[in-house]
């Protein structure tokens, strides 16, 4: 099973360097992406934060949001049950075993422990911490047009 981190998602739906990969890439493999609140929560400050920076205007934050609610609809995510107190522990079990020589943030941790509580055996990712971190936890990173994700 395939996890998608927030920043490949965003690419999706907002024109940014390799935003043109992530999109061939994921249709070809054809795999339902799983979407949790904590992807609902970074992509939509994504598109505010791009809102606030006047990189897209209001109108073009709510069409990028109704796309991504119409994908949903049409099976391209799926809602997987979380257990946010086992994906917690995971992930201070993760920060202890891992941040010091990682350098892993917080929330790229909760997105690894996320992968490793749904039993994701791949992860896609253009954060270096992240993908390292996520090897290190035994996810297979994924490669998006013969390229390594990390740009």
Known sequence: MLYVDTSAIVKLYIKEEHSLDVSNWLKE??????LTSFHD????????QKQFRAEI???????IVSKLDDHEIK???????????DIF???INLSK????GTGSRSLDIL???????IKADRFLTFDDRQSKLASLAGLKIEKCSGRDMIP
């Open 41 to 48: 929560l970074e992509f939509n400050n994504a598109i505010n």
């Open 89 to 91: 522990e995971c992930a």
């Open 57 to 63: 205007t209001v109108t073009e934050a709510r069409l």
């Open 97 to 100: 075993n891992y941040t010091a």
């Open 111 to 117: 997105h690894v422990a996320s992968a490793l509580s």
């Open 75 to 85: 099976g391209i995510f799926y809602r997987p049950q979380l257990n946010w107190t």
């Open 29 to 34: 493999n054809n795999e339902a992406i799983p």
